[in-house]
């Protein structure tokens, strides 16, 4: 399989033509394995000093833009029976590319692995979703902790280690908490002469299933999935694939899918996923009235299935309920976007605030423009009145993907509502949704992927 990014190809649009609130999907829907842990996967191959078999990884944007990123440091990565194979061992360059790290946020991370190795790196201001600043203040203010020399020109960062102070341990507390910095100063350190103990940690399950791997390949990290996490340097040695890393299943895509079958199915069946990683938003629906089941057994690997039935009462049948974001285990914010499009259906008064990311309710103007009653309170905090109807009130049926999630959010509204619509910007939903036409129109959704004029 050939890696391309679609951000250097033509424009693309999803063609939606709504249900008019009828719940006509059902099917079955399987999850792929996380983004945000394949990603931190890919750059982790960094630390190792042969070949790396992904499993469960992908085929998204984000996948290929790493790919292309690794192989511009001189590493091979390739495809071979639907499994991805990263071979670092001749990589001699510290520096990110300036035009791959600027589309991608989650670039930054490989600059943990990249200065565990070579003691020093260069990378670029990050770019990715445009849902607020999220500096990367946490990251730089870790590698100073940890006696790096940072220095900064015209938005590019020259970060190299202290070798004199690599030598004596450390312990660094994030000002907040941060995923990113969290899974990037732990790889950072793997490869350290020191003890490095990091406080005020993020929890997330992908942390945890990449640090699992890591440590079965010969890292010693101890304490992931609490708020501190202790990391034992190998001393330089490089790490060996002992074993082959399998990503979970991606939390946000399962949710996705859950928000959007309460909605728009009679029935929907989620394969290979794992509800446990998901409680607050299964909690917030089977509250609002949606009735949602879970298997009793895991299937061989470790995942179950969640089951919408008896979904055909009108969507006005479910009740609101106020949400805000938060760190794991809370409502994630990749979450948010899906669910108030959810409460723009659902009965009564809903408060929304996004405790995690400013700027991330761009989306909420084309929500109000198909009718949604949405007042917006502050930058971070809507309310919402429902049940409304989703119809374009002029000859407007163009909607916009601002990020991944919200570009999710707006094929939900679309085929919600009574109409066909255009949504721009695929390649964000790109990045985050495998194939997404191809796996809604199984379900029995009416979208087409068209070229941009």
Known sequence: MEFKSSIFMKKESFIVKGLAGKKTLRGIISIRGAKNAALKAMAAALLFDSEVELHNIPNTEDIYTMASI???LGAKVEWRNGHLFIDCASVTS???DTKLAGIMRA???ATGPLLSRFGKTTFPEP???VIGARPIDQFIMGYKAMGAKVIENDCVFNIEMDKKLSLTDVSIKFDKITVGGTETLMMAAVMGNRVVTLHNCAKEPEIVNVATWLNQCGANISGVGTETI????TKGKLLSPKTIYTAIPDRIEAGSYLILGALCSSELTINECRPDHMKSVISLLKTSGVHITISKYANSNGNRSIFITDNGNPNSDFHSFNVQTSVYPGFPTDLQAQIVTYLTQVTGASTVKENIFEGRLKYVVDLTKLGANILIKNPNEISIQGPTKLLAATDDHELNAHDIRAGFAMIMAAIISTGT??????????RGYEKIEERLTLLGAKIDRVQSV
């Open 70 to 72: 690794l192989r511009n």
């Open 230 to 233: 202790t990391i034992v340097g």
């Open 94 to 96: 510290s520096d990110l």
């Open 421 to 430: 619509y255009v949504i721009n910007n695929t390649y964000f939903v790109d």
């Open 127 to 129: 770019g990715g979703c």
């Open 107 to 109: 670039s930054v991370v």
